[in-house]
């Protein structure tokens, strides 16, 4: 793991964060993220940054607030990094950001891109698209992308076809409490 933290009962876990690039706040996709999560990991992220929120800083380059924003995801151990699909891709939202993240940074991340869309034909944008910045900005990412849509991103079944696969491939980063 990149970093660990150390519990009170003196037991390293996993710290994991959410980078959700849609331009409603707390939107479905934000949802579908921590829902990616709980199902990985049993519990919510230790951190979400819902890129909407960062307003006209997120296009101020000196930025304190979106710095601290990236060391975030650079200090996780697995990031969910999740985006509604826009025009066939990730939105531009989400690319603004990606792009404050120099090549490299996010070398011992494991992530995990997650895509909501209205068309299945859009199952693939989350693999052609966005998991090749996340490889290019240094992110391990051993799991396909998910792919949510967006009327049944909230099924409890929607992650069924995808876990037992990522908890296989994530086997030596998730928590044995995690759930099976």
């Not at 951190?47 to 710095?67: F, H, K, N, R, Y």
């Amino acid at each position: 793991m990149s970093t660990t933290d150390v519990d009170r009962w003196g037991t390293t876990s996993l710290r994991v964060v959410t980078v959700v690039g849609n331009p409603k706040p707390l939107s479905r996709t934000f949802r579908a993220a921590e829902a990616v999560v709980a199902a990985l990991v049993g519990r919510p992220p230790d951190e979400a940054v819902d890129i909407i929120g960062l307003g006209a800083d997120l296009m101020d380059w000196t930025s304190s607030t979106v710095a601290q924003k990236v060391d975030l995801l650079a200090s996780a151990d697995l990031a969910v990094i999740a985006s509604p699909t826009y025009k066939g891709s990730y939105t531009g939202l989400l690319k603004i950001f990606l792009d404050r993240i120099a090549a490299g940074r996010l070398a011992g991340v494991t992530a995990i891109p997650v895509m909501l869309a209205a068309d299945p034909r859009h199952a693939l944008a989350g693999e052609v698209h966005l998991k090749p910045v996340l490889s290019e900005l240094g992110a391990s990412c051993p799991t396909s992308a998910v792919f949510l849509h967006e009327d049944r991103f909230d099924d409890p079944a929607a992650l069924d076809a995808w876990l037992p696969a990522a908890r296989r491939q994530l086997r030596s980063l998730l928590p044995a409490e995690a759930p099976r």
